[in-house]
């Protein structure tokens, strides 16, 4: 097994083809343990193909190094103890309790064959609560709205206890109040667990807010990177997605981003 040391998340020359189509080329990109990156780029871009190639979904070229362990060779229950992932539209089993599907992060981490123990009914009970699920614990997945759904998904990932966690679009079916919660959460983690985190983000601010470097894709490639206010400028939305913003900055310096809507006909 290769090692390097260093990084939570160490991305080499990827390469995706999905049905012969090129679609992530040449993207290099690094994280420091307890670090956040959000992937950010408009439609189409090869966010979630990155992601999914990261999570070792994908054929791909190119190496991804976590905790310096290359995961590429890693056995997919290996690759679990490591590595968790939230894709982007969960597919959730309709007819499982909340309880049962959270309990399955735990899965990675039991002996074959094995039952989960009272540690791994304490982990999920204690997800469960931090994502404001433990009301809904023995509900049905089928009978839960989307944004709920959407909180179930985040528990599962996270009583995986992964040391690197990415999630694809977390909170695009949560209300604002649990969007802030949840991103509150995922950011004590990386405080308290050296958790490192890969999240594509399309709110820019709120990328901003929360993620302490930024990649931005376009056409499968990386075409700017660094700190936020190095990577959201009004030229480079301007260019890139085709939109009309202001930017402007916060009071810790990280960039606000204003849709700013098209002169009346
Ligand atoms: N099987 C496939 N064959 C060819 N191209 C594909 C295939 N699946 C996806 N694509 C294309 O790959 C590109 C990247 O898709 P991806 O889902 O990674 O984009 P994204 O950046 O996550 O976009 P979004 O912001 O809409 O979620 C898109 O143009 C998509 O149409
Ligand atoms: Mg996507």
């Known amino acids: 097994m290769t090692t390097v040391t260093g990084s939570g998340l160490d991305v080499a020359g990827l390469d995706v083809d999905l049905d012969r189509t090129p679609v992530v080329r040449s993207v290099s990109c690094a994280v420091a343990p307890g670090g956040w990156l959000a992937l950010i780029g408009p439609n189409g871009a090869g966010k979630s193909t990155l992601l999914r190639a990261i999570a070792g979904l994908l054929p791909h070229r190119g190496t991804v190094h976590v905790d310096g362990t290359d995961v590429t060779r890693l056995r997919t229950r290996d690759r679990a103890r490591l590595i968790a992932y939230v894709p982007q539209t969960p597919v959730l089993p309709p007819d499982m309790t909340v309880r049962d599907y959270v309990l399955l992060g735990r899965t990675p981490h039991l002996g074959y064959l094995a039952n989960p123990g009272e540690h791994d ?3 999920a009970a204690k997800t469960l609560g931090a994502l404001d699920l433990g009301h809904y614990a023995d509900r049905r997945l089928a009978a839960l709205s989307g944004g709920e759904r959407q909180r179930a998904a985040l528990a599962r990932a996270l009583a995986q206890e992964p040391r690197l966690l990415l999630l694809d679009e ?3 079916a949560l209300d604002l109040g649990h969007q802030q ?3 509150d959460l995922v950011d004590e983690l990386r405080g308290s667990r050296r958790l490192t985190v890969v999240t594509t983000l399309h709110d820019l601010t709120t990328a901003a807010q929360y993620a302490d470097r930024l990649v ?5 490639r990386v075409v700017a990177s660094g700190t936020p206010a190095e990577v959201i400028t009004q030229d480079v939305i ?3 997605y085709a939109a009309r913003v202001s930017v402007t900055t916060d009071t810790d310096g990280r960039p606000v981003v204003t ?3 098209g002169s009346r006909a």
Not at 216 to 220: E, I, S, Y
Request: glycine share 10%; no cysteine.
């Open 121 to 123: 009914r304490r982990a």
């Open 170 to 172: 977390p909170t695009s």
């Open 181 to 183: 919660h949840v991103l």
């Open 216 to 220: 931005l894709l376009d056409g499968g």
């Open 238 to 240: 301007a260019r890139v």
């Open 259 to 261: 849709p700013l809507r």
